[in-house]
T-cell receptor
Framework: GAVVSQHPSRVICKSGTSVKIECRSLDFQATTMFWYRQFPKKSLMLMATSNEGSKATYEQGVEKDKFLINHASLTLSTLTVTSAHPEDSSFYIC?????????????FGEGSRLTVL | LAKTTQPISMDSYEGQEVNITCSHN???????ITWYQQFPSQGPRFIIQGYKTKVTNEVASLFIPADRKSSTLSLPRVSLSDTAVYYC????????????FGAGTRLTVKP
């Protein structure tokens, strides 16, 4: 099946720094990518929907200046957590939908665990 | 996106068939039903998708009644490795990129 790769899988940073997480579709073109965050034993919370070449659509309550999303190509989307603080510590997961594929099927990355000290 | 309701948790034993039901009373005509599986510290994995009646693949079956207000994911002969959280999503994927997850069902398979 289609593969989505996230990098890094784990990152620890100091409070106030910015962290970039990459999401790549390795063997297909993804016109739409989705970014989620997940807290322990909780469901995935949709943060934003990213379409290639256009600005991301953020969910209500998600600060777009805090969580910068760039989807510059059909195979790469990035999430930058700016000026990270301990409350931003979470598991971040991206997913992508293949153009022309199964209508509802999303391919998920392995996730990136962010710990802000 | 139609709101979904699932049991919070379920327990089962190895070798049993497990049925997880999802309620989606407000499902729209163009909505599809999709199920995902998630293991701890991993991204979810697509299991199965359907629109009506019954769909079967190598890992599961999906039963959808005529009114489509619910759906049941059926896992035959579960093993310990099926312990995971299962999510159902409902949406019109052709026109709406709304991919929000509900609370999911935490399935625990015991020996």
């Amino acid at each position: 099946g289609a593969v989505v790769s996230q990098h890094p899988s784990r990152v620890i940073c100091k409070s106030g720094t910015s962290v970039k997480i990459e999401c790549r579709s390795l063997d297909f073109q993804a016109t739409t990518m989705f970014w989620y965050r997940q807290f322990p034993k909780k469901s995935l919370m949709l943060m934003a929907t990213s379409n290639e070449g256009s600005k991301a659509t953020y969910e209500q309550g998600v600060e777009k200046d805090k969580f910068l999303i760039n989807h510059a190509s059909l195979t790469l989307s990035t999430l930058t957590v700016t000026s990270a603080h301990p409350e931003d510590s979470s598991f971040y997961i991206c997913s992508a939908r293949a153009a022309g594929g199964n209508t509802g099927e999303l391919f998920f990355g392995e996730g990136s665990r962010l710990t802000v000290l | 996106l139609a709101k979904t309701t699932q049991p919070i948790s379920m327990d089962s034993y190895e070798g049993q068939e497990v049925n997880i039901t999802c309620s989606h009373n407000n499902i729209a005509t163009n909505d599809y039903i999709t199920w995902y599986q998630q293991f701890p510290s991993q991204g979810p994995r697509f299991i199965i998708q359907g629109y009506k009646t019954k769909v079967t693949n190598e890992v599961a079956s999906l039963f959808i009644p005529a009114d489509r207000k619910s759906s049941t994911l059926s896992l035959p002969r579960v093993s310990l490795s099926d312990t995971a959280v299962y999510y159902c999503l409902v949406g019109d994927y052709n026109n709406n990129n709304d991919m929000r997850f509900g609370a999911g069902t935490r399935l625990t398979v015991k020996p």
